[in-house]
């Protein structure tokens, strides 16, 4: 069984004609689902996290697989509407050039905590850019950055080289 096989690619999703890939049958099979959490369970395992944030929505249903697993806590990154306490929060322009803001609790990570950082897609990189900025600004310490896709013709990769990233598939937009 191959991840990329259950990753489709999506024509013309919007007004400016752009495209994206759909990751969500890998959740839809339960086979995929479990090789991927398998995946990244393992290599989060080695970077010997205390505890796994995720920026919503479909990082979530990673993050929360692969904390259960390490029987670790999970921390979303969220639109600040939903949260519910105190939080700090950062604005990034999101791949479309719209503005979005990401917030976590301000009392979710402790000063030295270990953070791995896991979402379904790494395209431009502000998305997990801008989580790495929030987790840091609590005191933690991000030792890791997983992703099931990576679109690499994004080069969202640059915005997040200081950290170290692993992706569970390689590929490009124009990749049918």
């Known amino acids: 069984m191959e991840l990329k096989d259950y990753i489709y690619n999506i024509e013309s999703v919007d007004e ?13 099979n339960g086979n995929a689902l479990k090789l991927c959490v398998k995946q990244m369970t393992k290599i989060a395992k080695k970077l010997k996290p205390t505890i796994i944030v995720s920026p919503e929505s479909k990082g979530f249903i990673l993050g929360a697989s692969v904390a259960s697993k390490l029987g670790l806590g999970l921390v979303p990154a969220r639109s600040p509407k939903n949260l519910s306490r105190e939080y ?42 801008t989580t790495a900025n929030l987790v840091e600004r609590l005191g933690g310490n991000v030792v890791g950055i997983i992703t099931l896709l990576e679109l690499t013709d994004l080069n969202g990769i640059e915005k997040i080289k200081n950290y170290n990233v ?3 598939v390689k590929d490009t937009l124009e990749n049918n």
């Open 16 to 28: 400016k004609g752009e495209s994206l890939k759909d990751v969500t049958a890998v959740f839809e």
């Open 88 to 129: 700090v929060g950062e604005k990034y322009l999101s791949h479309n050039g719209d503005s979005k803001e990401l917030a976590i609790h301000d009392d979710a990570i402790s000063k030295g905590d270990r953070v791995v950082i896991i979402d379904d897609k790494l395209s431009t990189g502000m998305t997990l850019k």
């Open 166 to 168: 692993y992706s569970l």
